[in-house]
């Protein structure tokens, strides 16, 4: 039986959707530490139109981090799909890496959102603080499963009462990137 077709937000306000969001779920993907912490992402609006995007996680204390541009997928439409691409590995940026952004839901004041892709292999439940009201989570997981996704996958990110502020030491060398693509 085929998936029915995911709906969209439309008309969203790039510019009222920029800056930090923490991860309070995800699907557990390759591209993150399973231990990483304190997940965030800040999105800054290029004045070509485009979304810098700054994907950060702590792991034993250290800061991983990679870059990336996201833009919309189709820009004649109103849908809030959008392409994010990253250059891998981050130590070392040769191989870009484009992948999906559908912003499936936001709520009216732009304080949390559920962000997906067609394949649902990807669920982020993202807010602009670092802990979510267990209603408000409850309610973006009701929408991600009527949205086709098995919600069983997710996996709640651990946020620190007080997040970083500062960027932190770094890993300079990519091992949560090389970590997480041996699946550790």
Excluded: C
């Excluded at 995800?26 to 995007?53: C, I, W």
């Excluded at 732009?110 to 982020?124: E, F, M, N």
């Excluded at 960027?167 to 949560?176: L, R």
């Amino acid at each position: 039986m085929a998936k029915k077709e995911m709906e969209v937000v439309k008309g969203i306000d790039l510019q009222r959707y920029m800056g930090r969001w923490y991860e309070i779920a995800s699907f557990p993907s390759r591209f993150q530490p399973k231990n990483g912490m304190d997940t965030r992402a800040t999105y800054t609006l290029q004045e070509d139109g485009t979304v810098h995007v700054l994907n950060e996680t702590w792991t034993d204390g250290k800061r991983g981090y990679i870059e990336g541009t996201a833009y919309k997928a189709d820009p004649g439409s109103d849908e809030a799909k959008l392409k994010v691409k990253f250059y891998v590995p981050p130590f070392l940026p040769i191989i870009p890496v484009v992948g999906d952004y559908w912003v499936l839901y936001l709520d009216a004041d732009y304080q949390y959102a559920l962000i997906g892709q067609p394949s649902r292999r990807y669920l982020w439940i993202l807010s602009r603080q670092s802990h979510m009201d267990e209603e408000i989570y409850n309610q973006l997981v009701r929408k991600a499963e009527e949205e086709g996704y098995d919600v069983s996958k997710l996996h709640k990110t651990p946020q620190s009462d007080t997040p970083p502020e500062e960027e932190g030491p770094k890993d300079t060398k990519g091992i949560w990137w090389i970590k997480s693509i041996l699946g550790k």
